[in-house]
Nanobody, 123 residues
Framework: QVQLVESGGGLVQPGGSLRLSCAASGTIFRINAMGWYRQAPGKGRELVARVTSGGRTNYADFVKGRFTISRDNAKNTVDLQMNSLKPEDTAVYYC??????WGIGEPSPSDYWGQGTQVTVSS
């Protein structure tokens, strides 16, 4: 049974930092690259960062240099360190499997998603 539990969100001022964490069930974690996605009000869900089972990372242009994704294969967790946060980073953040390449094979809205964690960047 797939289970994804995100945590670590909150309210932070512009320029601040947050660290998100996701605990994933074993099956989805072992066989997939994992990603952090976000959905802002009135917008579709978008991939923010992905990490392969071997630790290779990719980032959306709008977070490069500010966010860092990492995974712990022993603990089945994937984290997202977010620095220099901007108001436009405000969204609900989700983790889920990622596809074999950026933008390919990502989960659809009808696939299983966790509850997400709210990140609000505001002064």
């Amino acid at each position: 049974q797939v289970q994804l539990v995100e945590s670590g969100g909150g309210l932070v001022q512009p320029g601040g930092s947050l660290r998100l964490s996701c605990a994933a069930s074993g099956t989805i974690f072992r066989i997939n690259a994992m990603g952090w996605y976000r959905q802002a009000p009135g917008k579709g869900r978008e991939l923010v960062a992905r990490v392969t089972s071997g630790g290779r990372t990719n980032y959306a242009d709008f977070v490069k240099g500010r966010f860092t994704i990492s995974r712990d294969n022993a603990k089945n967790t994937v984290d997202l360190q977010m620095n220099s946060l901007k108001p436009e980073d405000t969204a609900v953040y989700y983790c889920n499997r990622a596809g074999p390449f950026w933008g390919i094979g990502e989960p659809s809205p009808s696939d299983y998603w966790g509850q997400g964690t709210q990140v609000t960047v505001s002064s």
